[in-house]
């Protein structure tokens, strides 16, 4: 029979996870809590230092504590701030980021107040949910049990409506995409190079390979790209040199609103430098900014001069390669948009061996009621 015990909430740990202390002093994360709570656990798994631990009861609730609109939250990972409000969740937000971004070496005035989302729920315009016995779910906690969902708050409704209609026998994953132009599409094999036209508000239409990426939170990743351009105008830089360019948002928003922007873009993905391309044309950049099919590093190390460099790397962050070139022959500025305060950590550690000064940070809720949120950091040589 698995141990119980109580643990005291603290505070809310990178993941999602609520952290508090065992009566021995041990830590413990256990999901679902809330800080300043007294809950009783099971313990899950034993280690050195901390264990993990499930929810059993919340003996002494904490004000802030919400009902979860979700009616599968018991069961599913996914919304781990889905307990509180979103002011809190905001917060306590914050509060990690700038934990991570003090251990890159930020100063306090450099780290902004964080960027809220318009809306916590029916955002996600693209859904992949994992198949057993036709029927279909999120991944438990232990990365293997199957959740039953039916529909996720988080989806476009869109996409709700299409997966009650959707026939998952035979298969193990469901991935939906939606766009306003395209409506819903259920992603294949054959089908996931097909060119959709997505809509990022404010900045018109562009045209993206249906399983390419593309910010699965338009609303947010606007806000994203109206700092990015701002940042880009008081840098004062007419050069721009994006890396991990996808469509060439970025640089096609920036140049679109600064008239005196050039820009090159590099970007793996072969189908998104034809969309980015494509989109260049459309609105008439294409003499402005150009998109190649190059990996990071090698695009970077080719580089004359750069002025002004925009990465947009995955979660793992800025490959070595790529960094020991930037770190050989740094920019002059350098913005980071990041999906992963870890790696970002850890990145900007290494790039502030080569004198990078943090002159501005702030956190975007791009991912509301997850654990997950985008930064936006602006470096200096």
Known sequence: MASRETAEIRNFAFGGEAFGLLPSGKGCFVRGAVPGERVAVEIVSEHARFVRAKLVAVETPDPRRIAPACPFAAQCPGCSFGHVSPENELLWKQEIFARFMAGAGAPEEAIRPPCAEP???????????????????????DNHSLVPVNACLLAVPEINAALEKTDAAGCDAVELRHTPRDGVLRLDGNNREKILSDTLPGFGDFPVPAGAFFQTNPAVAALLAEDVIRLIRESGGEELTELHCGVGVFSLCAAERLPGLTAAGAEITASSVVCARRAAGERGLSSRCRFFHRDAASFYRERKKVPLLLADPPRGGLDKGLLREIVRRPPENMIYVSCAPDTLQRDIKILRSSGAQIVSTRLFNMFPATAHFESLTLLRW
């Open 119 to 141: 809306a916590r729920f029916g955002w996600r315009n693209k859904l992949h949910l994992a198949v057993e016995n036709g029927v279909t779910g999120y991944r438990g906690e």
